[in-house]
Every structure is written in structure tokens, then in C-alpha cells.
């Protein structure tokens, strides 16, 4: 039955308008990359539709009485208090249609918790106010910041206008890079106060926090970048950490992984505050 | 029912030997009749203005946010004092002005609606008001410190609320002071409703908004000292060397939002079970026919305050709980719909061959109405678990509880004035002045938070200062209803601060109506000082 009602709130989700090009005035959910992100978005749309649904019953009922039954309209109270069979109806329906909501929900959830067979892990640690990247087993690991452009951009009184920035706030000197239709595992923690990591495109949030590793996963089916940030506060800069994610055909993100893994190249180190300290260090 | 009765006979002989040696019949005069009152309007009355003053301090920061988000790039303020301001707009609509206007209503309104002289315990009640003032005035006093106001949210969660610099110790003692005054505040609730009926007047024979706030206190006696409990920890952990919430000594943060929660989920049903209860006096008055299916309602209420303690953490989803414990949280939650959706049913089933006209109070119920379902729609959607974590704290959520906050518990707060003030100052408001306060109110609210929805499900994080410029559009809407509706509250003020210094005559039943059937209305316009001084019987 979930799967009918799936389609049915697809159906009717792939009608609205959400392309592009009202980007700005964007009022709807991304359906995203993933298998995870259309089912949730699937939900998302199926719980709208009856949310709708309810509404056009209960507030057609109230404006129905509010315009039939006005005093001013000469209109005389009826005597009635209660009903016991009207009450048990309405509470017996909503349980039931509960009941619907609860099954597909449940079936995706059960697939969001299933973090077995992954391609690939990374560990992912969050700090006030950037991201560090860990690929596990791949001796490569780095950390991705707010791009320095943008972060001049954003200073109160910068000047800078922030439309001639493009993606304002959520581009990073260094993204995440996974390769596509790969299953890749996050282990997510924090060095200091909890952050939340998350991409819209891929479904998916969860908090890194200290001391303890969440884990979550996702399967990107579409090459291209997708940007998220940071979605607990975690402080001053909270709005300044934002998460991107380049998903790469399987042969681009092996010559990638290969050429972060010499140890000359490592140019995406030296953006980072701590390995540019040691190379000064070393120097001296 | 004969032991109310005697109770109320003895309280009466002894409230009035108590009064025998200074003015019975009236209020001291001068600064003394506030400082050091006792009787249950004039607490009534501090309360709901000191929740009025609280509403615009707390308005003034939400207008600051709205400032600093009206366009991408920032513009106004440095981030760390944008989040010191959403923290501190937060703390202060929550304990300063919602939770207080209640407690001013039901100081007002309790021993009127149930037939008693005033407040059981009513030096109790001084205190309890009197502690709000230096709670606040320290709470405020945080934005003049060294390192700011507190900016790591109001939910206080730690390792990150740790890192507020001299606000902190301030925080938790202002949070142990609303926490006492409101565990005052529900003890004299409860004893008064429990011993100071009128003969006659069983339990089932209350009207909603005494039961609405007899359930309310007692979630309040229950949660209260779990906050403080909580807030303590963060102390100790702080300055004692306790690792409650912190890992490196053992002790776990993700522990304190679920003790957070567990105090802060009743306090969700705190801030809108007497707005239930309000709504519940208000439409049959104006559908000039009985409350439909009363008992249903006091049950429903009586549910939702039990499921509000088996639900907390659906305010945390993204923790990373196991698969069991989200699936029971989601279950759970989605079934505080059944009791909501009985409630708008019954109120929508008595206006139903009504007899309805549209007064001030009756509109914000209205509105309260259907804005208020559109709240519970939204908290629905976020119940479902796999939703919830593209929902999560985004906007979704902030538009989701300023739905059920703002056309909820702040639109029954000016529904009851509109409802209540000719009977508490005898004078009627200008009703034409009334009716634009509510259309501007209601247009701009909805300008103000329903692209909220808009601007969470494409994406936008809450409590961020600036944001990518694909937001840029809604913001701008929103903060163009924020200032609407900001300026909107302005008329309010007025209304009532005019109401109370003059007006015309209001009638003792000052709705034209039949129906407003409580004891209030038996009163005169304003009701006397000491409110029956002679218990009324009730049939």
C-alpha cells in the first residue's frame, strides 16, 4: 500500500513547480541525488498531500459555519453539546490514517539505519568553525574551510556585494570528493561543541559530537557539487561552515584519490592552519 | 464535594480576621498596594503588564533578527550578538511574556470562574510574581557583561552554552529564579482549584480554562525542577569539575537535551494548554451555544499532558539514537495528534449551527483556529522520523513552533484580554481599534511566517546570522511581515492602556450574548476587591 501511496504523492510532487529557474522563490523540498533523499522526499510529499487533505475538510467545515451560521444572518444556536458518535468517528480516523503514515515512514527509516556494506568511509570531525575530512585506510585526510573570498565577502560592513559572490557562503577550499553510485559511510564527531553535517541532496543530517561517532550514509546517483552547512549552532561563525560535496565519476575520483595520496603533492594541505604551521616549523 | 465546601467556608472566616485591621473593602493606596500585594487582581495585573513590557523587549530583539536578515551579507550586527539575540528572544518570550500572561490570567481569572475570594496562598503569590522583575533585570543585565548576552541558544545545550563567558552564571541563576516563581505559581493553581470551589462545582463542572491550567500546573510542578536540575549540572560542570555532559570525563551531552527535553516538551503543552482552555470560554460565547463534547475536552487535555512526557526526544532525532528509540518517539508524537485534532473538531462542531457574531475575542479564536491547526500540520511532518532529518533544525522548525506559538498561545493571550478586560476594568475598548489590531495581526503573521516554511525546506539552517543568496527572497518577505506585525502590537498597547484609564460603562454580562455562562459574569464590572466574598452555589 505504501508504495502506491509513493507514487501518488510523487505524482502529484512532480507537478509542482520546483525547477531551477524559481530558485529564488523556491518553496519546496529537494528531491536530491539519492535513493535515501527521494524516499524522504516521497514522504515528505505523501504527509503534505494528506496534511492538504485534512485542512480542505476541517477548514471547509469551520468556513462553512462561520458563513452559514452568523448571527447577523439572523441565525439561531442549535441546543446539541455532544455527540458520542461523531467523536468516536473522529477519533478513530485520524488513528487510522496515522496508521498509514507510520508504515512507509517506518520502511525508510529502517533503510536510513542500515549502514552495512559501505564502499567507503570517512570520518568526518567537525571544529569551530570548519570541517576535517578522513579517508579512512586512504591516507588522505584534510580540512575544508569557508573559501577565503567569501569569507572577506561576509564581514559586517565588507562592502562586498553578496550576489557578486557566486554560491555565497557555500563554497569551501577544499570539498568533500566521492565517487558516484559509491555507498560511502560517515563517521561523524567533533572536537569541540556538537555541529550538525548535512547536504539537502543527500537526505541526510546527523550531529557530530564530541566524544561520541554517529554514523550515516548515503549513495550519490548523479555526478556534480552539492552544498550544504552546518545545521546546529556551534557558535559565532555557525552560518560559515558550510559543506560541499563533489560527487565524481568512479575513474576522476580514483586519479583524485591518488594524487592527494603523494605525499609531495599534498596541495590541498597547505590551506590548513595546522600543516602550515609544521612546515614553518620544519623550516626553522 | 462537602469538604470544598468547608474548606472554602474556612478560608473565607480567615481571610477575612487576616484583613480586619487595615481598608477591607479596598486596595491600599500609593506604591504599597503593589509592592506588598496580596489580592489576586492586582498580582493578576502585574503580571500581565510585566508580560506585556516582556513581549516588547523580546519583540524589539525578534525585530533586530528580522533587520539583520532582510538581505543576504551582514549588514547590522556581529554574529555573536545575533545569536546573543535569538537566545535572549527566546528565553524572554518563553518565561517573560507567555508563560507570565498566563499566570496573570489565571490569577485574574481563577478564583473569579470558580467562586472564591482570591488565591489560596496569596503572599505566596507575591513572592512568586516579585522574583520575575530580578530575574529578568539579571537575565537582561547579561548584555552589558564582558563577552555578551548568552548566544549558545536558549535550549542552553553544552559543550557550546560552556563557552559563554560572565552571562553564564547570570543564565542559570535567572532560569532558577522563573523556575521557582513558576513551581509558586502552579502549587497555589492547584491548592486553589483543589480547595476553594464553589459548593457545588465538582471537577467536571470547572470551566476549560481552570482545567486547562489545573493540568498545566501540575506539568509545571513536574518539569520545572528537571530544568533546574539540568541548569545546575551545567554549573557544576563549569565551575566544580563535574563531566556531566562532557565526554572526557564520562559524562555525555547528548544526556543534557534529553534532560532538557524531558523538562522541555511539557513546556511546549505548558504554553498552549491554556490557550485550549481559553479558546474553549471564548467560542461558545460568541457561537452562543454550549462547548460541544465538554468531557471529551478535559480528557483530551488530560492526554496530551501525558503523552507531552513520553515525546522528548523527537526534539532530537539527529543525536543518534538507536532504531528502536526513534520508531517509539515517532509513534508517540504522532499520536498527540489524536487528543489535538479531537479538540479543533469539537471547537469547529460548536460553532456548527451556531449562532456566531465576530467581536475582537472571537476573531484572535478564530484565527488561533485555523492558524494553530496549521501549526499542528507542520508538527505532524516533522514527527516522521526520515522527514525530520531533512526538517531539522532548518527554518521548517522555526515557521512549525512560532505557528503554534505566536497565532497560538500569543493570539488566545489577546483573545482572553480582548475577552476579559471591560470585566476586569469595567470600561468597554474601542471595538473598532480592536478589530484592526487583529486583520493587521493575523495578515502580518502569516506574511511573517509562512515563507518561514518556504525557506526551510529549501534549505536554510535556523539561527544563522547571513545566509546564501538563494534565501534572499523570503527573507525579505518575512522581515517585512515582522515589522508589520511588530508595529502592529503597538495599537495593542494602546488599546489596553487606554481601556484601563477610562472607556465606556461595561455591562456585568458585557457580552450581549446569553451564553458567557461562568461565575465572572455574575460579578459587577469591575468585580469587587475581594472577588465572593459569600461562595456562590453551583447547580
Same mark, same amino acid.
Given at each position: ?17 520546483? &525547477? ?16 535515501? &533523499? ?5 514522504? $515528505? ?25 452568523? $448571527? ?10 455532544? &455527540? ?52 579512512? =585506510? ?34 569551501? =577550499? ?17 572536537? =569541540? ?92 | ?20 485591621? +487595615? ?64 537566545? /535572549? ?79 553564564? !552564571? /547570570? ?12 513551581? /509558586? ?39 520545572? !525542577? ?57 467560542? !461558545? ?30 526534539? /532530537? ?119 484592526? +489590531? %487583529? ?9 511573517? %511566517?509562512?515563507?518561514? +516554511? ?81 461562595? !456562590?452555589?453551583?447547580?
Amino acid at each position: 500500500m505504501s508504495k502506491i501511496l509513493k507514487y501518488v504523492a510523487g505524482g502529484i510532487a512532480a507537478s509542482l513547480p520546483a &525547477s531551477a529557474a524559481f530558485a529564488a522563490w523556491d518553496l519546496n523540498m529537494t528531491v536530491g541525488v539519492t535513493e535515501l &533523499s527521494r524516499d524522504i522526499h516521497g514522504l $515528505h510529499m505523501l504527509i503534505f498531500w494528506i496534511c492538504v487533505l485534512i485542512a480542505v475538510a476541517v477548514f471547509g467545515m469551520m468556513i462553512y459555519s462561520l458563513v452559514k451560521f452568523r $448571527h447577523s444572518q439572523g441565525a439561531v444556536a442549535a441546543k446539541f453539546d455532544h &455527540s458520542t458518535k461523531a467523536e468516536i468517528v473522529w477519533t478513530i480516523i485520524p488513528i487510522a490514517i496515522l496508521v498509514g503514515m507510520a508504515i512507509p515512514a517506518a520502511e525508510t527509516l529502517i533503510k536510513i539505519e542500515d549502514t552495512r556494506h559501505s564502499d567507503l568511509s570517512i570520518k568526518v570531525t567537525a571544529y569551530q568553525w570548519k570541517w576535517h575530512y578522513d579517508y579512512l =585506510d586512504k591516507n588522505v585526510n584534510f580540512f575544508s574551510t569557508l573559501r577565503r573570498d567569501h569569507d572577506k565577502a561576509r564581514q559586517l560592513h565588507s562592502g562586498v556585494d553578496p550576489y557578486s559572490v557566486p554560491n555565497y557562503l557555500l563554497e569551501v =577550499d577544499h570539498p568533500l570528493v566521492v565517487p558516484v553510485g559509491a555507498k560511502v559511510r560517515i563517521l561523524l564527531t567533533s572536537s =569541540d561543541v556538537i555541529h550538525a553535517w548535512w547536504v539537502p541532496a543527500f537526505g541526510m543530517k546527523k550531529d557530530a559530537i564530541p566524544g561520541f561517532v554517529n554514523e550515516m550514509w548515503f549513495r550519490a546517483d548523479k555526478v556534480g557539487t552539492y552544498r550544504g552547512q552546518c545545521a546546529e549552532l556551534c557558535g559565532r561563525d555557525h552560518a560559515f561552515m558550510p559543506v560541499v560535496v563533489r560527487v565524481l565519476a568512479k575513474d576522476e575520483y580514483d586519479s583524485w584519490l591518488k594524487e592527494q595520496q603523494q605525499p609531495a603533492a599534498a596541495p590541498v594541505a597547505n590551506a590548513n592552519v595546522e600543516s602550515a604551521a609544521l612546515t614553518v616549523a620544519k623550516a626553522e | 464535594m462537602s469538604t470544598a465546601h468547608n474548606l472554602t467556608g474556612g478560608h473565607t472566616a480567615g481571610h477575612a480576621d487576616e484583613h480586619h485591621d +487595615h481598608d477591607h473593602h479596598g486596595p491600599e493606596k500609593g506604591w504599597r498596594r503593589w509592592v506588598f500585594a496580596t489580592n489576586h487582581k492586582d498580582i493578576g495585573t502585574m503580571y500581565m503588564l510585566f508580560s506585556l513590557a516582556m513581549f516588547f523587549v523580546g519583540g524589539t530583539m525578534a525585530m533586530v533578527i528580522r533587520a539583520e536578515l532582510f538581505q543576504p551579507g551582514l549588514q547590522l550586527v556581529d554574529p555573536q550578538f545575533f545569536n546573543s539575540m535569538t537566545t /535572549m528572544h527566546a528565553l524572554i518570550m518563553i518565561f517573560g511574556a507567555v508563560m507570565p500572561a498566563f499566570v496573570g490570567l489565571a490569577n485574574w481569572m481563577i478564583p473569579l470562574q470558580v467562586g472564591a475570594p482570591d488565591m489560596a496562598l496569596p503572599r505566596m503569590n507575591n513572592f512568586s510574581f516579585w522574583i520575575l522583575p530580578f530575574a529578568f533585570s539579571m537575565l537582561l543585565a547579561t548584555l552589558f557583561v564582558p563577552g555578551g548576552a548568552p548566544a549558545g541558544g536558549w535550549t542552553m545545550y553544552p559543550p557550546l552554552s560552556l563557552q559563554n563567558g560572565t552571562s553564564f !552564571p /547570570m543564565l542559570i541563576f535567572a532560569v532558577h529564579l522563573m523556575g521557582a516563581s513558576s513551581i /509558586m505559581g502552579a502549587i497555589n493553581v492547584v491548592v486553589t482549584i483543589m480547595n476553594m470551589r464553589a459548593p457545588g462545582m465538582s471537577l467536571l463542572k470547572m470551566p476549560l480554562f481552570v482545567w486547562t491550567w489545573l493540568i498545566t500546573a501540575y506539568l509545571l510542578v513536574a518539569v520545572m !525542577p528537571v530544568l533546574a536540575g539540568a541548569v545546575t549540572m551545567l554549573l557544576t560542570d563549569h565551575y566544580f569539575g563535574t563531566s556531566f555532559f562532557q565526554a572526557a570525563g564520562g559524562g555525555d551531552p547528548v544526556m543534557f537535551q534529553h534532560i532538557f527535553w524531558f523538562f522541555g516538551h511539557p513546556e511546549v503543552y505548558i504554553m498552549i494548554l491554556p490557550a485550549f482552555g481559553i479558546v474553549s470560554e471564548i467560542i !461558545p460565547t460568541f457561537s452562543r451555544k454550549p462547548l460541544f463534547g465538554y468531557d471529551a475536552m478535559v480528557y483530551a487535555t488530560a492526554s496530551i499532558a501525558f503523552l507531552s512526557f513520553i515525546v522528548w526526544a523527537h526534539h /532530537m532525532f539527529t543525536v543518534g539514537m538507536p532504531l528502536a528509540g526513534q520508531m517509539f518517539f515517532m509513534l508517540a508524537t504522532m499520536l498527540i495528534s489524536v487528543p489535538t485534532g479531537v479538540k479543533v473538531f469539537n471547537w469547529t462542531a460548536t460553532m456548527f449551527k451556531g449562532s456566531i457574531s465576530f467581536e475582537p475575542p472571537m476573531l484572535f479564536a478564530i484565527s488561533f483556529l485555523f492558524l494553530f491547526t496549521i501549526g499542528g500540520f507542520s508538527g505532524l511532518m516533522l514527527a516522521m522520523v526520515p522527514a525530520d532529518f531533512q526538517y531539522h533544525d532548518t527554518y521548517f522548525v522555526v515557521a512549525h513552533f512560532h505557528y503554534v506559538l505566536v497565532p497560538g498561545a500569543v493570539f488566545s493571550i489577546m483573545a482572553a484580554v480582548y475577552y476579559w478586560l471591560p470585566k476586569w476594568t469595567g470600561h468597554m475598548y474601542n471595538m473598532k481599534l480592536a478589530t484592526w +489590531h %487583529f486583520w493587521l495581526s493575523t495578515i502580518f503573521v502569516n506574511v511573517l %511566517f509562512f515563507p518561514q +516554511h518556504f525557506l526551510g525546506l529549501a534549505g536554510m539552517p535556523r539561527r544563522i546570522p547571513d545566509y546564501s543568496t538563494q534565501f534572499a527572497d523570503w527573507n525579505m518577505v518575512s522581515s517585512i511581515g515582522a515589522f508589520g506585525f511588530g508595529l502592529s502590537q503597538l495599537m495593542f498597547a494602546y488599546i489596553v492602556i487606554s481601556t484601563i484609564r477610562g472607556g465606556v460603562k461595561a455591562t456585568d454580562k458585557v457580552w450581549d450574548s446569553g451564553t458567557p455562562q461562568g461565575l465572572e459574569w455574575t460579578l459587577s464590572s469591575p468585580p469587587p476587591y475581594h472577588s465572593f466574598e459569600v461562595a !456562590p452555589e453551583v447547580k
